[in-house]
């Protein structure tokens, strides 16, 4: 699964950001929720790739990484 948030931050100068996590998503129907009264239903995340832009440097500078 893909999890992508972006953002554009400005048109003048034209700046966006954004970050997507690529891996295995897990459905789990009882976990404690962090800030009750969340629901306890949740997808869990175990990411495999982590791509980035625009977050620690220019917009179009991309970084990317794999979770230890």
């Known amino acids: 699964m893909s999890f992508v948030v972006d953002q554009q ?3 003048e100068p034209y700046e966006i950001r954004g970050i997507e996590v690529r891996g295995t998503a897990v459905a789990l129907d009882d976990e404690e929720p962090p800030f009750p009264p969340q629901e306890r239903a949740v997808i869990r995340i175990h990411p495999d790739r982590i791509i980035s832009w625009g977050i620690d440097g220019g917009s179009f500078d991309f970084t990317s ?3 230890e």
């Open 9 to 11: 931050i400005s048109l």
């Open 65 to 67: 990484r794999k979770p």
